[in-house]
């Protein structure tokens, strides 16, 4: 798709749920962009440049797409190597992922905001829970199993409306449509799902969404019902997702957590995982635009 035709593309499909995904060239540059008027984020997907021009050129049209269209963020997982032609065209490193490229290139999470953005209200909130991370962190875990009543298992294609259903119950808002069992089933060809039941009924959930190019996964969509949580649910999930993944060969595992949620962010840090900083009013996620914490790990 040419540069030319992108914009009456995005004029007539943003407002598809689950965003709109184009392949775009123009002038020195190719790009894979993602766009959500959800979230109000264009995202970088993937690229490749002719010369250092087309960092400027591909700069240029998303500033220009920015300022028609009332996106206020872009974003995207950079090869570490080219931080620089990114931080020229106004970016600034807001994390980084030790070993996301087939465990052999690091990347950074680069971003630049438009109208504001960039402002958060919640960075006193988000250093507590990382010093109280800290603290936690010089005790040793505690060694958790699931009561005889729970059971643990990996989704099938038959439960996906019944995870939605439990998505749609714990999040206002989210990111993306996991309330929506075709989304969910869109996904399985990439993602897999661990369940916990309690009876029949089931009361947690989290994803492992899988890049089998460069062997990594996003551990995302965790999800417990309110009378659940604090037993532990989303850290013995965590472990049985890793054990999978492990199994297929992912090296780099890292996560995107809510900065104001003290429980996510200890189960993760608990976990081994590593914080590498925050992104600023990431996604619009249980109700409005929060800032999210990055963790990653090596298995």
């Given at each position: 798709m040419?540069v ?11 407002d598809?749920?689950?965003?709109v995904?184009k ?6 540059f190719?790009?894979q ?16 440049f002719?010369?250092v021009?087309?960092?400027?050129a591909?700069?240029?049209?998303l500033?220009s797409?920015?300022?028609?269209h ?5 974003w995207g ?14 970016f ?7 070993g996301f490229f087939s465990n052999?290139?690091?990347a950074?999470?680069?971003s ?17 829970i990382?010093q109280q991370?800290?603290?936690?962190n ?9 009561p005889p009543?729970?059971?643990f298992?990996?989704?099938e294609?038959?439960e996906?409306?019944?995870l939605?259903a439990?998505?749609?119950k ?7 449509p996991?309330y929506?069992?075709d989304?969910?089933e ?6 897999v ?7 029949d009924?089931l ?6 969404e899988i890049n089998?190019k ?15 949580r604090g037993q532990?649910?989303a850290?013995?999930i ?11 060969g992912?090296h780099c595992l890292?996560t995107i957590a809510?900065s104001?949620s003290?429980?996510m962010?200890l ?6 995982y ?5 992104l ?6 249980s109700g409005g ?9 090596h298995?």
């Amino acid at each position: 798709m040419t540069v030319e035709a992108l914009s009456e593309i995005i004029e007539h499909n943003i407002d598809i749920p689950q965003g709109v995904y184009k392949a775009v060239h123009g002038d020195g540059f190719l790009a894979q962009l993602g766009f959500s008027a959800y979230n109000k984020r264009i995202s970088i997907l993937d690229y490749h440049f002719d010369d250092v021009t087309g960092a400027g050129a591909l700069n240029n049209l998303l500033e220009s797409i920015c300022i028609r269209h009332g996106f206020t963020k872009v974003w995207g997982k950079i090869p570490a190597n080219d931080k620089n032609l990114f931080l020229e065209q106004g970016f600034v490193t807001e994390a980084s992922l030790k070993g996301f490229f087939s465990n052999q290139q690091d990347a950074i999470i680069c971003s630049r905001f438009f109208d504001q953005r960039q402002s958060s209200g919640t960075t006193e909130t988000n250093d507590r829970i990382l010093q109280q991370i800290n603290n936690y962190n010089s005790k040793p875990p505690k060694s958790r199993n699931l009561p005889p009543e729970y059971r643990f298992k990996f989704a099938e294609q038959h439960e996906l409306e019944t995870l939605a259903a439990l998505y749609r119950k714990v999040f206002i808002t989210y990111p993306y449509p996991i309330y929506d069992p075709d989304y969910l089933e869109s996904n399985l060809a990439h993602t897999v799902y661990g369940l916990v039941y309690k009876n029949d009924e089931l009361v947690a959930a989290a994803a492992a969404e899988i890049n089998y190019k460069f062997a990594n996964s996003e551990m995302t969509d965790f999800a417990s019902l309110p009378a659940e949580r604090g037993q532990g649910l989303a850290s013995i999930i965590l472990e049985k997702l890793e054990n999978r993944l492990s199994a297929m060969g992912v090296h780099c595992l890292y996560t995107i957590a809510r900065s104001t949620s003290l429980g996510m962010n200890l189960t993760f840090s608990l976990a081994s995982y590593r914080y590498s900083g925050t992104l600023i009013n990431n996604c619009n996620i249980s109700g409005g635009f929060e800032d999210m914490n990055v963790f990653y790990k090596h298995i």
